[in-house]
């Protein structure tokens, strides 16, 4: 691979357009050096422009993925890759990493302990895009959180489902307690990252169910909320009224 040349068409056409494809170089590949030089690229990309405009999600599922390789260097490359993106993004990834067996979590923890992620505009990029749309395009995005080119999951039918919102009603506060761990449980599953629509019945039980009988129960539902609201991003605001005002009373 011709580092080089792949840091020039990057200038030319964008970081995360070459990056897509090396990511699909990754997965595909047989021999461990394609992944090892891909996944160093990749590194060195994100030193060299950031991480604005970079396809996060696919790098870490690409991670991921490289992290239960067989193969001791590739698994060696792919934490320097994510600890390069740490120090970009900060704590925020961890949540995607889940999926990765507890030992090499471990070593990834014992890297990511070592460093101090950037603070917001801190990092300035060593490189210039030349393409004139696409170097628009980064800047009008300048200043949001690269994570929020993620996805987030419609948990409407798993969140807003009857069964589920039966459950928090019941009057066995062992169901309810149930209740709760099940949503926390949704919540992990969707990477702590949920879209707002269907929620809404929910968010006027949570309201009550924040004042439950059962103390270790309405302790559970308020703990919930917060994990909700950090859920939700953003879109918090829709339901953060409701909420808020439940709280202090």
């Known amino acids: ?41 990749i590194s060195f990309m994100i030193e060299e422009f950031g991480t604005d405009g970079f396809p996060i999600q696919d790098i870490i599922n690409c991670a ?7 193969n001791g260097k590739v698994r ?10 740490y120090k970009h993004l900060g704590e925020s990834i961890r949540t995607f ?18 460093i101090t992620p950037y603070k917001k505009g801190q990092f300035v990029s060593k490189r210039e895009i030349r ?15 690269p994570m929020d080119s993620i996805p987030r999951a419609d948990v409407s039918k798993d969140l ?11 009057d066995n506060w062992k169901k309810r307690k ?25 968010v006027g039980l949570l309201k009550v169910k924040m004042g439950d009988s059962n103390k270790s129960v309405s302790k559970g539902f ?15 605001k829709t339901y953060a009224p409701m909420l808020v005002k439940s709280l202090l009373i």
Do not use: W
């Open 76 to 85: 060696s490359e792919t934490i320097n890759m994510l600890c390069t993106i």
């Open 97 to 114: 990493l889940k999926a990765i067996k507890d030992s090499t979590l471990s070593l990834i923890d014992s890297e990511f302990s070592k």
């Open 222 to 236: 308020i703990e919930f909320v917060g994990k909700f609201a950090t859920a939700l991003g953003p879109a918090a």
């Open 131 to 145: 393409n004139e749309d696409v170097k628009q395009e980064i800047e009008e995005k300048a200043g949001s959180d």
């Open 178 to 202: 149930e209740a709760v761990d099940k949503m926390n449980a949704i919540l992990e599953k969707s990477n702590m990252r949920i879209l707002p629509n269907g929620l809404s019945e929910l």
């Open 160 to 170: 807003g489902g009857q069964k589920l919102l039966a459950l928090i009603n019941d």
């Open 64 to 70: 991921v993925t490289c992290c239960d390789h067989k």
């Open 1 to 41: 691979m011709c580092k080089n040349s792949l840091m020039s068409l990057s200038e030319l056409v964008s970081p995360g357009f070459v990056v897509k494809y090396m990511i699909k170089n990754v997965t595909s590949a047989t021999n461990p050096n394609v992944m090892i030089e891909n996944n160093a690229c």
